[in-house]
């Protein structure tokens, strides 16, 4: 994202569809399966899995051959399976969120699942060209992102869904970063240091943990038209601070501001084709390497990205 410039007054349009699926506990870099973990932390609600589907419109335009303008607006589409703790099992045992923890060992596990979905926040950036001669350029990617996505969805039962659920970070975000990229007879290459930084608490009382981002990419035609690219890329992200007072942390991991910080590395092989009148298509598959997760937390197994852009 926000890997080139244009020159002045070209225009591009885009969309993405991605596809990302996690199916596996990790506490720190170690792979846990439920149910056991429900019986060892004394939850009444374990994740399983999750499918997280993204489609992603962007748009760019140069007003002048050193600035590229661009917005990215995304709509999401959140899916997660869950074990639950049945209270009729356990005598004694009220419903709700005061059910002792301790209570969820001793309960029969029925599988569970909620969903939310809606438009993110959108991001609105500029791009700034600080050197581009001799077939090597490097920019500035400078971006705020606007809390357009809903902090407040709710289940079926309507309780307060966990953070993963939410569709947005519910506060003004920073987003600075720096991508080099040199253009070689056979081949291109790249390489793009990023961050994002929470400015305030949300209306809710937490901010989510701040990230960077840091990859690297080649690329290479094959084809007259088509060419295939390799990347490699490695992120980090904090813990939630603060809290929303609607969700109780003993009840769930998901919950829990202090199990949602952790690390990924991760590597993605690529296609795209050069298409007549503008048009480009491209496809990445991106596979986890490594995880190190606060937790036990939901870890990515891996992701799909699907791609259209249109420049004129």
Wanted: charge should be negative; avoid cysteine.
């Amino acid at each position: 994202m926000g890997d080139h410039t244009h020159d002045a007054g070209e225009f591009m349009l885009s969309f993405r569809h991605m596809r990302m699926e996690m199916n596996d506990l990790y506490k720190a870099d170690d792979r846990r399966l439920p149910p056991n973990l429900m019986q060892a932390y004394s939850y009444a609600m374990m994740p399983t899995s999750m499918t997280m589907e993204m489609e992603m419109l962007g748009g760019m335009y140069a007003p002048t051959d050193s600035t590229t303008l661009m917005f990215m607006l995304p709509y999401i589409e959140n899916n997660m399976d869950m074990l639950m703790a049945m209270p009729g099992a356990m005598s004694g045992v009220t419903t709700g969120a005061d059910m002792p923890m301790e209570m969820a060992a001793n309960s029969v596990s029925v599988k569970s699942s909620m969903k939310s979905s809606g438009i993110g926040d959108l991001k609105l950036g500029v791009l700034h060209n600080l050197y581009d001669e001799a077939g090597r350029r490097v920019h500035l990617n400078m971006a705020v992102s606007v809390p357009t996505g809903s902090i407040d969805e709710e289940g079926d039962n309507n309780q307060q869904l966990p953070y993963r659920m939410q569709l947005g970070s519910g506060t003004y975000d920073l987003l600075p970063g720096i991508t080099y990229a040199a253009q070689y007879e056979g081949f291109s290459w790249g390489a793009q240091a990023q961050a994002t930084f929470r400015l305030d608490k949300n209306d809710n009382d937490y901010r989510l943990g701040n990230r960077f981002l840091g990859q690297a990419w080649i690329q290479k035609p094959v084809y007259r038209y088509v060419a295939v690219s390799a990347r490699l890329a490695w992120e980090k992200w904090g813990n939630i601070n603060g809290e929303d007072e609607q969700l109780n942390p003993m009840m769930t991991p998901l919950a829990d501001p202090g199990m949602q910080g952790g690390s990924r590395s991760s590597a993605g092989l690529g296609a795209s084709a050069v298409l007549p009148a503008g048009n480009r298509l491209a496809l990445e598959y991106n596979k986890v390497l490594e995880q190190n997760l606060d937790g036990p937390q939901l870890g990515v197994d891996d992701s799909l990205m699907l791609a259209w852009q249109f420049s004129f």
